[in-house]
């Protein structure tokens, strides 16, 4: 069912700034009139493009958990927040952020972020997407970015300096990359950092980067 539809049968007053309907077997919101929305949440339905669809004024626009594949055409025009979980997209290369603020595409099918242009993106959450490794990924004006539950085996030198210092040390990334986070993780605790620490973002993981070998004094088994 169309999004127009839906709201000519449902609704006897137009939508006032906020509209939410989920679970509704939705599948086409191609050329909705958004009018004086400013939020909408179409979670759970059964939409599979955004191509066509005109944000106009909307502020923040919440697709969660529908089948939406492709983001290479959506124009985001006004939109600060983004919430695409749950979703079948496979690619963000292509995707023109625009003047978002904050994107969620966690859980999706996104293999690849090396090519993705952040523009003004402050926050970035990629979780248990099949991202195996980051080569060319250029954070910009990113504060946070959560890559919890991603597979991630490699990542580029130049850009892993750049991500400790928004990656949140407490996260749950996997791969051979995880496991490197987490002896970075333990090896603080020993030290008697406080959880207070860690959970600041900004310079958290300063120092550690360059630790990949025992000092002399972790080498040395006895001390008199």
Not at 58 to 82: P, W
Request: with cysteine; aromatic share 8%.
């Amino acid at each position: 069912m169309h999004l127009t539809e839906f709201i000519e049968q449902r609704f006897k007053n137009k939508p006032d700034s906020v509209l939410e309907i989920g679970f509704s077997e939705i599948t086409d919101i191609a050329g909705f009139d958004c009018q004086n929305l400013r939020v909408l949440r179409l979670h759970a339905n059964q939409i599979t493009k955004v191509d066509d669809f005109d944000c106009k004024h909307l502020i923040e626009l919440e697709l969660d958990a529908n089948q939406i594949r492709s983001l290479a055409h959506f124009n985001c025009k006004t939109l600060k927040v983004l919430s695409l979980c749950e979703n079948r997209i496979t690619s963000i290369a292509h995707f023109d952020c625009k003047n978002l603020v904050d994107i969620n595409l966690s859980e999706n099918e996104i293999a690849s972020i090396d090519d993705f242009d952040c523009k003004n993106l402050q926050e970035l959450s990629l979780g248990a997407n099949p991202i195996k490794s980051i080569h060319a990924f250029d954070p910009k004006n990113l504060e946070y970015l959560n890559l919890d539950y991603c597979e991630i085996d490699y990542v580029a030198p130049e850009v892993e300096e750049k991500l400790l210092k928004i990656l949140s040390p407490v996260n749950d990334v996997k791969g051979k990359w995880g496991e490197k986070l987490e002896q970075m993780r333990e090896r603080r605790q020993n030290l008697g950092w406080t959880p207070g620490f860690f959970e600041s973002t900004a310079g958290a993981w300063e120092g550690e980067l360059r630790r990949e070998q025992p000092t002399e004094y972790e080498q040395r088994e006895e001390w008199p």
